[in-house]
Nanobody
Framework: QVQLVESGGGLVQPGGSLRLSCAASGSILSIYDMGWYRQAPGKQRELVARITSGGSRDYKDSVKGRFTISRDNAKNTVYLQMNSLKPEDTAVYYC??????????????WGQGTQVTVSS
């Protein structure tokens, strides 16, 4: 059994910052790729940023230079620091972690989602 708990969303003005966190707990052996996705109303869920177990990072073009993904392996936690936020960043943000559990099985787990609203 694995649980993912997200936090850090909210309402912010354009140009502001937010930091999202996603902490995993339960029967975890290892965590491989960690990622953040978002879904705006009427749109498909899209990958925003991803970090591998080795620390390599990928970003959606529109967030490069503004968002930073990081991970704390000791805490089984992934973060998304979002700066210079724009109204078009408004969406529900979901973390996605590739986790190996104690049975040896590897699968992707989703967080519950956290709303980010950028508006004046």
């Amino acid at each position: 059994q694995v649980q993912l708990v997200e936090s850090g969303g909210g309402l912010v003005q354009p140009g502001g910052s937010l930091r999202l966190s996603c902490a995993a707990s339960g029967s975890i052996l290892s965590i491989y790729d960690m990622g953040w996705y978002r879904q705006a109303p009427g749109k498909q869920r899209e990958l925003v940023a991803r970090i591998t177990s080795g620390g390599s990072r990928d970003y959606k073009d529109s967030v490069k230079g503004r968002f930073t993904i990081s991970r704390d392996n000791a805490k089984n936690t992934v973060y998304l620091q979002m700066n210079s936020l724009k109204p078009e960043d408004t969406a529900v943000y979901y973390c996605n972690l590739e986790i190996q559990i104690t049975t040896g099985q590897v699968r992707a787990y989703w967080g519950q989602g956290t709303q980010v609203t950028v508006s004046s």
